[in-house]
């Protein structure tokens, strides 16, 4: 009794089901691109498995569908029962010699499967722990997810690129299927159904719904037409940066747009919602944005990555035209990876202790120290990077720089897991009850913003300003977001659930 005790202990499951979550994402979006390539797919080709990242953008449009139907524990292990033999017949498909038109297909209805995986665990996750466990565990679940995508990288890379793709398509699969075993047996049961799997298959069937899920891919096909239209094109020719924007970042402003909407016509909305008592979907959207001081917590979303994200977005350039691209992977590996989760670890063990409010300040603050210090570095090894921008043959910054290098990226990693942990903890206090699992995807998506104008600005500005000068930039757009700190809502428990009058 006292083993099946520990087995279904947070400590365990949380990082099991972040493992779960974080390889599916890794094999489909990271480890397909090595496959693909391994089996002579053209480049071009290759870049059209991008369009398997779109599920995980997208997402927040069928979260309603995952707090509303079954429970997350329910729709986590009915995915993770799909995946295993998903993976196991890509595993069986990979020699064949039309097996990769076929696993493309397959991969694609894969990341539909895992990014509905991703709301089910988050939802899980809210649900089962209240909110000091939730900051507590905020470490394991970091830790899992970065663990998982090194196995995906390194092990199932690995043993593909020299058993062969039959096994680790298979490696894959067996192992989650040992995750979806202790799932089953050992996952605690900790919600109450609302609506069962069946009442969603009712759902489906109806008009009303086979309607509106037209109406959603019409929608996106003509998104998807409008991009290639010819209009389009000549404004992408008239505004070059606007080509720097993927197709996650115009969904991601869209949802922002979506919001705005619902905020000024918010009494209209709602006369119309109460109108309809079985308007879960829709009320999921709206009661999000009907609270006190959502437009500013909105914003602090938005804002409280944008320096962060600005600078990550040229650190591996800042690498490269700093001559040593060659000891970017141990870096990045073996420095980085075990900082952030330290970082993570220490954020969620300082958040359960001192509360979010107190910690939130010092948090953020350490992650965009991040960039003064990125600026005293690129200031310091100027004469280096003159030299190496470009160059056929790079000189060696030498030992003791290298050493700063790798202090500085331990520094940055660190930081970054601390302000990761803040972030998600943040994203947890802005759900409401009812709608935990759609909420944290409508945050996600938000969080997606700052990425997309950083992904826009930062390739423009350290061309032409130097990395020095671009990196002390990158630090004055994080003070907006560290600003907002004062004014934002749901840093207390209380607040998470005050609706507006």
Request: charged share 15%.
């Amino acid at each position: 009794m006292e083993k099946g005790l520990s087995f279904k202990r947070p400590h365990v499951w949380a990082f099991t089901t972040y493992f779960a979550e974080g390889l599916p994402y890794t094999i489909i979006r990271i480890v397909s691109s090595v496959f693909f390539r391994d089996m002579k797919v053209s480049l071009e080709a290759i870049g059209l498995t991008s369009l398997f990242g779109i599920p995980w953008v997208i997402k927040f449009l069928w979260g309603p569908l995952i707090d509303q139907f079954a429970t997350k524990r329910k729709w986590m292990l009915i995915i993770q029962f799909l995946l295993v033999p998903l993976f196991i017949l890509v595993a069986f498909m990979s020699p064949l010699p039309y097996g990769v038109k076929v696993i493309a297909g397959l991969l694609f209805i894969g990341a539909f499967l895992s990014a509905t995986h991703d709301i089910a665990i988050d939802g899980y996750y809210m649900e089962a722990l209240d909110k000091q466990g939730q900051a507590k565990f905020v470490g394991y679940r970091v830790m899992a997810y970065r663990l998982a995508m090194m196995a995906g990288t390194g092990i199932v890379v690995t043993i593909g690129t020299t058993v062969g793709w039959f096994a680790a398509f298979t490696s894959a699969g067996g192992f989650l299927g040992l995750l979806f075993t202790y799932h089953v047996f050992f996952l605690p049961l900790v919600e109450n159904e609302r609506l069962g799997m069946g009442d969603l298959l009712k759902r489906i069937l109806r008009t009303k719904f086979l309607i509106s899920a037209v109406a959603v891919v019409l929608i996106l096909w003509g998104m998807r037409s409008f991009f290639l239209g010819r209009f389009i094109g000549k404004l992408f020719a008239f505004f070059p940066l606007l080509q720097m924007i993927s197709f996650a970042g115009w969904v991601a402003l869209g949802l922002l747009i979506l919001l705005i909407g619902l905020a000024l016509f918010r009494n209209r909305i709602k006369t119309l919602l109460l109108r309809d008592k079985e308007s879960f979907y829709s009320r999921a959207f709206f009661e999000y944005m009907d609270r006190d001081k959502i437009g500013v917590a909105i914003a602090f979303i938005i804002l409280m990555r944008t320096g962060e994200s600005t600078l990550s977005s040229m650190a591996a350039p800042f690498m490269v035209d700093l001559g040593i691209k060659v000891h970017y992977g141990w870096l990045s590996g073996g420095v980085g990876l075990p900082f952030s989760i330290i970082g993570a670890m220490a954020a969620g063990f300082l958040i359960s202790k001192y509360s979010l409010k107190k910690m939130i300040w010092p948090c953020l603050l350490a992650q965009n120290l991040t960039n003064l210090v990125y600026m005293g570095l690129a200031l310091g090894l100027a004469k280096y990077l003159a030299l190496n921008t470009g160059a056929d043959t790079v000189t060696f910054i030498g030992s003791f720089n290298l050493f700063l290098v790798a202090c500085v990226h331990a520094f940055d990693q660190f930081a970054g897991g601390l302000g990761t942990a803040v972030l998600i903890t943040f994203l947890m206090r802005t759900c409401l009850e009812r709608f935990k699992a759609a909420h944290f995807a409508i945050g996600t998506g938000l969080m997606n913003v700052s990425g997309v104008l950083a992904g826009v600005a930062s390739g423009f500005l350290a061309a032409r300003l130097g990395y020095g000068l671009f990196f002390g930039i990158t630090f004055l757009l994080s003070i907006p977001g560290m600003c907002l700190i004062f004014f934002i809502p749901f840093l207390d428990t209380a607040d998470q659930t005050a609706l507006s009058d």
